[in-house]
């Protein structure tokens, strides 16, 4: 095993998996919390992601809808 593959993932190696998985729980929790304050009132809320991580917005998308 080469020095470079032990950074990343606790197995070794480079993995993306807990990166992408942050970043969607960003989201998912970004857009509960817009919704939650559209739905309380008094304010208009506005959220930006990435194009890229707009499918995980979907289920907040469509609540909000």
Known sequence: MAVGDLQGSAG???SY???ICSLA???IGMGA???GLAA???IIPFGA???TFSD???PSIRLAA
Do not use: V
């Open 33 to 35: 919390i817009l919704n």
């Open 17 to 19: 998996t807990a990166a």
């Open 49 to 51: 992601t990435f194009l």
């Open 25 to 27: 729980c960003a989201n």
């Open 56 to 58: 995980y917005l979907r």
């Open 12 to 14: 070794g190696g480079w």
């Open 40 to 42: 309380h009132g008094g």
